[in-house]
Nanobody, 123 residues
């Protein structure tokens, strides 16, 4: 089992940047695929990004369009997401997720979830 704790959310103006971090504890971090989902008020959870075990493979939601970058440091048990050129529509709670079996665009495929961190982008 792995516990996930996100940090780095906050309030930023449109066009600005934020870096989210997710610290993992528990079993070997490098055995997990990691990712990020987000959920805006009144909307379903949405796939943002995912990364494979060694960081050599990544996937992004269509809306990202080169603005976000996911990375991981297995020595620090941490996954990151650099978010640039933020837009008001990026406002949401961002969740860190982990799964041993593989990456997926479906929220239901990810077993472990953090508590979420709020990102608010003002216009």
């Amino acid at each position: 089992q792995v516990q996930l704790v996100e940090s780095g959310g906050g309030l930023v103006q449109a066009g600005g940047s934020l870096r989210l971090s997710c610290a993992a504890s528990g079993r070997t971090f490098s055995s997990y695929f990691m990712g990020w989902f987000r959920q805006a008020p009144g909307k379903e959870r949405e796939f943002v990004a995912a990364i494979n075990r060694n960081g050599g493979g990544t996937a992004y939601g269509d809306f990202v369009k080169g603005r976000f970058s996911i990375s991981r440091d297995n020595a620090k048990n941490t996954v990151y997401m650099q978010m640039n050129s933020l837009k008001p529509e990026d406002t949401a709670v961002y969740y860190c997720v982990g799964e041993e079996g593989g990456m997926s665009f479906l929220a239901t495929s990810w077993r472990y979830w953090g508590q979420g961190t709020q990102v608010t982008v003002s216009s």
